[in-house]
């Protein structure tokens, strides 16, 4: 039986104290894993390890001139220096304010500013240096330390390396320096338009989320999480950070998306916290490695998850026994094992958060045996508010309300929310907190949802629901994700608010796109190739196949092949990956128009 080792509230009270009594239990159980690029391997640290350099940073902090309720700033990827810093911060009744690693400098400054930031962790020099040259006003910043030391560079005023900042050893760990109610952190919420709101949550708003969430999907003291998504997000923190320190689990953090498969080999995680956009990548590298084999290795892929799905519908008691399940132990050793050998091979839970699962990458994972499991949050509700369990796991919905969660459907069929998770308000901003929760406590989601035997179901967001001219209403997020899916096109937005038909922006893939053109004798480098008749038809036949299961009225009629793509850095994505929808529209408003141009209305 796994060894369940969960700290209450109760006995935590803070998340400072969260963090203590783990230590006080299990000093001598792995903390966290990272890979060590000195000297080229991964390393481990324990929770006694933890706690002692966690000591080495309050005592730095200590230093500094300030006092319970200043907020700290980290600019840092996932990394035991995050923990640690934020650990040291919150037990010293700081406030810890997280950046996104990617973010542009500009954005960081509005967020120091705004939020009164007076200490700045950075991981490299150069983030400093952009920061000071962005020529934005950084608000109230007092000391500015950066983790990894050039060894040739001054560090200046602000500036100290952490080598020579930190004392060679701390005292005891703080204790009692705030209380449950008190505010733990500022999160910015990455907006798709205007500037980032800071959404304020308590010690015990995050620790109640942490402890309900464990109580819908256990977690054991021997499991891995595999850490990629940004600490900065409230999913990431609260389910792959705390989760497991209330839990005792092990976290590893991961190099960087692009060698997560390397590291899923070598960490072989127990449990994977993601958002769909990584498993749509997995799935389609899976489709293209098909594509080179014969038509009976991809039936039988096919059939492997078909059958799968069959045997998972069967567990939930949607359909009935089939003796075609008989072939499993078969198939799963030719086809479904290999694919979870992929994900390390131990994977006993994935949770995928952050946006909609597609229906098709539900079916195929969980048919080849993974536990997915979609869940449902805001950072606003520190976040959990749903998430499917094993016993009763519908992946075409978010699951059922975690404990002590109150749910109700509002006007238009909105999402309101009631619970110990939502927020305190938005920092700085009454007039945002009064517009998302009303005089009766329950929290506004901008979801569109249907309710059905406690289960929650999207349908839509009141904002970005296209009207279309003829009066249709159309998500444009289920669309983009159906498209998404197909390995030639990497990015996608789709258009029609106010007009007759649909039209998308799509960026190509190139790896896919090389051998296509190369088929048709063609260079996709040379000019007019992506205003070209040949490839735009292609793309718009694809588009359509992939729509298939959409209404008729939801058809894509045109589509603007782009080469720019579309990053935080040219602030057309957010730092969580969503589409700066009014952005990409006006940076490409004479393309959009084209696509209109020539019919009448």
Not at 273 to 286: A, C, H, L, N, Q
Not at 301 to 324: M, N, V, Y
Not at 363 to 388: D, K, W
């Amino acid at each position: 039986m796994p060894t369940l080792d969960l700290i209450p509230i109760e006995t935590a009270k803070t998340l400072d104290g969260l963090f203590r009594e783990r230590v006080r239990r299990t000093p001598n159980a792995v903390a966290y894993r990272h890979f060590d690029k000195a000297f080229g391997t991964w390393k481990e640290m324990d929770w006694g390890e933890a706690a002692f350099q966690t000591a080495r940073w309050q005592a730095a902090l200590e230093k500094e001139s300030l006092r319970p309720g200043d907020r700290a700033a980290i600019w840092l990827r996932n990394c035991p220096e995050w923990a640690i810093m934020e650990q040291a911060a919150l037990g010293l009744g700081l406030v810890v304010v997280p950046l996104y690693c990617n973010d542009r400098p500009e954005n960081v400054a509005y967020i120091l500013h705004d939020s009164g930031v007076k200490f700045l962790l950075v991981e490299k020099e150069e983030n400093w240096r952009l920061l000071a040259a962005s020529g934005q006003p950084i608000g109230s910043l007092e000391r500015v330390v950066c983790l990894n030391h050039p060894g040739d560079v001054e560090a200046g005023p602000l500036l100290r390396w952490a080598d020579q900042w930190l004392p060679d050893e701390g005292g005891e760990l703080a204790e009692n320096r705030c209380a449950p109610g008190d505010l733990a952190t500022i999160i910015y919420t990455s907006g798709t338009m205007g500037h980032p709101k800071g959404v304020k949550l308590s010690h015990h708003n995050i620790l109640w989320n942490a402890y309900s969430g464990t109580q819908s999907v256990p977690v054991h003291s021997k499991d891995t999480f595999l850490s990629f998504l940004p600490l900065s997000h409230a999913f990431e923190r609260t389910t792959g950070h705390y989760i497991p320190m209330m839990a005792g689990a092990t976290v590893a953090y991961a190099r960087s998306i692009h060698q997560l498969a390397d590291d899923m080999e070598v960490v072989r995680p127990t449990v994977l916290i993601s958002v769909p956009r990584v498993f749509e990548r997995i799935y389609s590298r899976i489709k293209h490695q098909l594509e080179k084999k014969g038509p009976l290795e991809r039936r039988l892929f096919e059939w492997t998850a078909r059958l799968g799905w069959g045997r998972f519908e069967c567990r939930q008691k949607r359909r009935g026994w089939s003796p075609a399940f008989l072939l499993w132990p078969l198939l799963d050793a030719l086809v479904a094992r290999k694919v979870r050998n992929g994900f390390g091979g131990r994977l006993r839970l994935a949770i995928s958060g952050g946006a909609a699962l597609p229906p098709e990458l539900a079916r195929v994972f969980i048919g080849m045996g993974i536990t997915l499991l979609q869940g449902y949050g805001l950072t606003e509700t520190s976040p959990f508010v749903s998430v499917n369990v094993k016993e009763n796991n519908d992946p075409l919905g978010v699951g059922l309300p975690i404990k002590d969660i109150e749910v109700r459907m509002g006007k238009d069929g909105e999402l309101l929310v009631k619970g110990p998770g939502v927020m305190q308000g938005y920092w700085n901003n009454p007039e945002a907190t009064a517009a998302i929760i009303d005089a009766e406590g329950w929290l506004h989601t901008g979801d569109i949802v249907r309710i059905e035997q406690g289960h929650i179901y999207i349908t839509g967001r009141i904002k970005e629901i296209i009207v279309m001219l003829n009066g249709e209403k159309v998500p444009p997020a289920d669309i983009e994700m159906a498209i998404a899916m197909h390995p030639l096109i990497d990015q996608v937005m789709i258009i029609g608010e106010g007009r007759p038909y649909l039209a998308a922006l799509v960026l190509l893939n190139e790896t896919q796109l090389v051998p296509l053109a190369k088929k048709w004798g063609m260079d996709p480098a040379s000019e007019g190739f992506y205003s070209g008749l040949r490839i735009k038809k292609h793309v718009l036949g694809e588009i359509s196949r992939q729509m298939h299961a959409f209404p008729g009225y939801a058809k894509v009629r045109r589509v603007a092949l782009l080469k720019e793509r579309w990053s935080v850095e040219n602030e057309l994505l957010t730092p969580t990956l969503k589409l700066r929808r009014s952005r990409i529209m006006e940076r490409y408003k004479e393309e959009i128009a084209g696509l209109y141009e020539d019919h009448e209305a």
